[in-house]
T-cell receptor, first 113, second 114 residues
């Protein structure tokens, strides 16, 4: 069964820490995405990547960066975690730019204290 | 960034009832998708719609792509306990660079009252 795997289901970090959220897909998908999910706001796109070493800003990139050194792995980095970054983070992948379905990971619930 | 208006935000229904939810946009989309998120999991694709006016079913689920291409509807018939979760609509523009990303709705949380 094809999968998108996020390394942690739950994380608790302190304000100011550098945080890495890891995502790996085993489907040889070209495109990968990071969303955050907050009640009443739905899914908001943080960053995405259409190829290795390529990244594009989404709708809410401030305070985040990403890394895609290998096709299967897309990392989200919180340079200096803040309490307003407490959220559910979802990684997704898709096959190509005209493929309409995303496959999501199970999410990482991050709490910044 | 753009978001889709999805309603209602939440629904409390009894088992066996039918459910309707919808999504509207100020922009035209070429594709509408409906996802369901179970508690503690990521969203899973339920139905994809590719053509204005299209009506597609998946078991007890039926979705429609609005004629104006600015809206979509999802109906669930005879709800059962496993229907509980958050339902998201998503729209996709033309497959041109920058437009192919999905835009998600704010979600409809479905709760079934015992």
């Amino acid at each position: 069964d094809v999968k998108v795997t996020q390394s942690s289901r739950y994380l608790v970090k302190r304000t100011g820490e550098k945080v890495f959220l890891e995502c790996v897909q085993d489907m040889d998908h070209e495109n990968m995405f990071w969303y955050r999910q907050d009640p009443g706001l739905g899914l908001r796109l943080i960053y995405f990547s259409y190829d290795v070493k390529m990244k594009e800003k989404g709708d809410i990139p401030e305070g985040y960066s990403v890394s895609r050194e290998k096709k299967e792995r897309f990392s989200l980095i919180l340079e200096s975690a803040s309490t307003n970054q407490t959220s559910m983070y979802l990684c997704a992948s898709s096959l190509d730019r005209v493929n309409y379905g995303y496959t999501f990971g199970s999410g990482t619930r991050l709490t910044v204290v | 960034g753009q978001q889709l208006n999805q309603s209602p935000q939440s629904m409390f229904i009894q088992e066996g009832e039918d459910v309707s939810m919808n999504c509207t946009s100020s922009s035209i989309f070429n594709t509408w998708l409906w996802y369901k998120q179970d508690p503690g999991e990521g969203p899973v694709l339920l139905i994809a719609l590719y053509k204005a006016g299209e009506l597609t079913s998946n078991g007890r689920l039926t979705a429609q792509f609005g004629i104006t291409r600015k809206d979509s509807f999802l109906n669930i018939s005879a709800s059962i306990p496993s229907d509980v979760g958050i339902y998201f609509c998503a729209g996709q523009g033309r497959a041109n660079f920058g437009n192919e990303k999905l835009t998600f709705g704010t979600g409809t949380r479905l709760t079934i009252i015992p």
